[in-house]
């Protein structure tokens, strides 16, 4: 298999485990440089629809034809507020193991050594969106630390009522949900060919990990025929970029 290939076959994997995490809800809202979300969330749309379930509103901030608002984001926190947001995806360049995540920068702020773009309205929408799907598609210490340098969004503000929170952490090498009455996270699966010792070795916050830790499984035929047809057709609009690399290593 060639390398174009086996990059494909992850991203695959990522997008059906995105689309399983998204089981349920009924809007969800992605970013704008989330491809590998939006594409999860169009596959629970597709899926949805083959089994006659109730149909999954999608938004992709600064698309024509995956977002229904016409002031972008502005509408997007007032319909967060109003709770009508059910999923969103947060990312950041740390998350450490309480599930806080760092977009402003590494070191002393404000005297950071790296500069990150900033917050954007992430703090907001972690308060107001139940279901927080923090993606990260790089794990390494560096990124998975102990303690974010900022914290751009806090997972747990006991002095703040809010709804929102992290539900799991997904990344290139495994998947962690979130305990909330714990505080920390859990190790779920491992994507395949990594194992256990892989995950310790480049994760720098500690989490639980029971006995047995399952592979992720990886889509079935059906899936990777839908993701290859229909949602990569669906993704071009929003990711051209990136569906057209995804279509290039077939």
């Given at each position: 298999m060639?390398?174009?290939?086996a990059?494909?076959?992850?991203?695959?994997?990522?997008?059906?485990?995105?689309?399983?995490?998204?089981?349920?809800?009924?809007?969800?809202?992605v970013?704008?440089?989330?491809p590998?979300?939006?594409?999860?969330?169009?596959?629970?749309?597709?899926?949805?629809?083959?089994?006659?379930?109730?149909?999954?509103?999608?938004?992709?901030?600064?698309?024509?034809?995956?977002?229904?608002?016409?002031n972008g984001?502005?509408?997007?926190?007032?319909?967060?507020a109003?709770?009508?947001?059910?999923?969103?995806?947060?990312?950041?360049?740390?998350?450490?193991?309480?599930?806080?995540?760092?977009?402003?920068?590494?070191g002393?702020?404000?005297?950071?050594?790296?500069?990150?773009?900033g917050?954007?309205?992430?703090a907001?929408?972690?308060?107001?969106?139940?279901?927080?799907?923090?993606?990260?598609?790089?794990?390494?210490?560096?990124?998975?630390v102990?303690?974010?340098?900022?914290?751009?969004?806090?997972?747990?503000?006991?002095?703040?009522?809010?709804?929102?929170?992290?539900?799991?952490?997904?990344?290139n090498?495994?998947?962690?949900?979130?305990?909330?009455?714990?505080?920390?996270?859990?190790?779920?699966?491992?994507?395949?060919?990594?194992?256990?010792?892989?995950?310790?070795?480049?994760t720098?916050?500690?989490?639980q990990?029971?006995?047995?830790?399952?592979?992720?499984?990886?889509?079935?035929?059906?899936?990777?025929?839908?993701?290859?047809?229909?949602?990569?057709?669906?993704?071009a609009?929003?990711?051209?970029?990136?569906?057209?690399?995804?279509?290039?290593?077939?």
């Amino acid at each position: 298999m060639s390398s174009a290939s086996a990059e494909r076959e992850r991203r695959e994997l990522l997008i059906a485990t995105i689309a399983g995490l998204l089981d349920g809800v009924r809007h969800v809202a992605v970013g704008a440089s989330s491809p590998i979300p939006a594409a999860g969330a169009m596959l629970l749309r597709a899926r949805n629809e083959a089994a006659r379930k109730p149909p999954v509103r999608m938004t992709i901030l600064g698309s024509k034809q995956h977002n229904f608002f016409t002031n972008g984001s502005v509408e997007l926190f007032d319909c967060a507020a109003q709770g009508r947001v059910d999923a969103f995806f947060l990312g950041g360049g740390q998350i450490d193991g309480f599930g806080n995540i760092n977009l402003v920068g590494t070191g002393d702020y404000p005297t950071t050594n790296v500069r990150w773009p900033g917050s954007f309205g992430s703090a907001y929408l972690y308060h107001l969106v139940p279901r927080v799907i923090l993606f990260r598609e790089e794990h390494s210490p560096r990124v998975f630390v102990p303690k974010v340098d900022f914290i751009s969004a806090a997972a747990h503000t006991p002095e703040v009522a809010r709804r929102g929170g992290p539900y799991a952490l997904l990344s290139n090498m495994a998947l962690f949900d979130f305990a909330s009455e714990r505080g920390g996270f859990r190790l779920r699966s491992i994507h395949p060919p990594y194992t256990a010792a892989d995950i310790r070795a480049n994760t720098g916050f500690a989490y639980q990990e029971p006995e047995h830790v399952p592979p992720t499984a990886p889509p079935d035929a059906a899936t990777r025929t839908l993701i290859r047809g229909r949602i990569l057709d669906e993704l071009a609009e929003s990711y051209p970029a990136f569906a057209r690399s995804m279509a290039e290593a077939a």
